[in-house]
């Protein structure tokens, strides 16, 4: 079957006049107490903004329907599986957006749900890449403690075992891991990334710096130097062809432009300052439960809400209030570490085309593949707030 291909998408490094990437955050329900959420418990933003009914299957199909064909769509949340209209939800975008990617984090805590509804999902949206993303921030206690679940790390590794079962079964899944770099288990990175690895459904892992304004601001003391240290490591292993890259088209590339994001990552961290262009409200678009419309998940001013504009985005993105929210975005007044971001910010920036082929040229080696039941061979895939 013929997937959904981005290159449709080619003219977005041009002429940015309307988003090709969307956040949803499609529930605020979660059985887990992250104390780095911000989506829930954040001091201001959109997690502090949840007032209102959550849209329906009506208004999101009108709401998909006004924004044209999207590059990739991000489910988040709150615990995205615990949506009860998932399975449905996804297929609009599928079938109105054509996305050639869709993003499904998770916190792992109910692997038959995850499976299944996953499966669902898969048979549903079969043109699209399904990338699902589990959330393991430290190894056994201590992930429990980091997320406050007991017993969480457990059925994180069966939603894992479970999920690993279908990579044979589907050729558009991909099954991935994200780690939340924060000040808490910043110590212990060398020793995640060597359990990930040895993981028997391996898949690509990736690493979050903690971000969003949170009512415990401790988490985000990190050091930017062992935050390098984790780069580095990364770095090295897809030049050398040890970490698996994703099973896509362009892993490749992708691949690359993970190395050139984390370093650009680490230089903004170290300069506490924006360092290219972002293009946040004219690339990406965030979307609430409740209808709300951001430019980006880490400001607090949002466009508005959909429904004061007949479910058109085009329409709210053309407003004055919209004009005036992005205007800020435009002259750099913020930066931050939004992986999601970086990713349109680095592929879409003809800029940075050298430095990225550069990195393309260096994890040429890289394989893709998968290993299933220890059978030792390479595998690959390509965010929950922080999942990225």
Not at 15 to 31: H, S
Not at 51 to 78: H, I, Q, Y
Not at 90 to 99: K, L, T, V
Request: glycine residues 8%; hydrophobic residues 35%; positive net charge.
């Amino acid at each position: 079957m013929t997937m959904y291909s981005p290159l449709r998408h080619i003219p977005s490094i041009f002429l940015k006049r309307r988003p090709i990437q969307l956040t949803y955050f499609v529930t605020r329900k979660c059985n887990a107490r992250c104390p780095w959420c911000f989506y829930l418990r954040s001091t201001d933003g959109i997690g502090a903004a949840g007032n209102g009914e959550t849209l329906t299957l009506d208004e999101v199909r009108k709401v998909s329907r006004s924004l044209g064909p999207l590059l990739w769509v991000a489910f988040s949340g709150g615990e995205v599986f615990l949506h009860d209209e998932l399975v449905e939800t996804s297929a609009i975008f599928h079938d109105q957006n054509r996305p050639p990617v869709m993003l499904f984090p998770t916190n792992g805590l109910l692997p038959e749900v995850i499976r299944d509804q996953t499966e669902r999902i898969l048979r549903r949206c079969p043109k699209s890449v399904i990338v699902v993303k589990v959330s393991v921030d430290g190894i056994g206690a201590d992930h429990d403690a980091l997320r406050q679940t007991p017993g969480g790390f457990d059925k994180a590794m069966e939603t894992h075992r479970l999920l690993g079962q279908l990579l044979e079964r589907y050729p558009n899944f991909e099954l991935g891991v994200n780690t939340v770099f924060c000040s808490q288990n910043q110590d212990k990175m060398d020793e995640i990334i060597d359990f990930i690895a040895g993981l028997d459904a391996r898949g690509t892992h990736t690493i979050s710096v903690i971000r969003g304004n949170l009512r415990d601001e401790s988490y985000k003391k990190i050091d930017v130097e062992k935050y390098r240290n984790v780069m580095d490591r990364l770095q090295r292993n897809l030049r050398n062809g040890t970490s698996p890259v994703h099973r896509f088209p362009g892993a490749r590339l992708k691949a690359a432009q993970d190395i050139l994001q984390r370093r650009l990552i680490y230089r903004t961290l170290a300069a506490g300052r924006r360092l290219v262009p972002c293009y946040s409200g004219r690339l990406n678009l965030v979307l609430t439960e409740t209808g709300e419309v951001y430019p980006c998940e880490i400001l607090t001013t949002g466009f508005g809400n959909v429904r004061d504009h007949d479910h058109d985005v085009a329409r709210l993105l053309r407003s004055e209030r919209a004009r005036a929210v992005l205007e800020p975005i435009a002259d750099g007044a913020c930066h931050c570490t939004h992986e999601c971001h970086f990713i349109m910010n680095i592929l879409f920036n003809p800029r940075l085309y050298p430095a990225l082929f550069r990195e393309y040229l260096n994890v040429c080696g890289a394989r893709p593949g998968r290993a299933v039941s220890g059978a030792g061979t390479a595998s690959c895939p390509p965010k929950s707030r922080t999942d990225s």
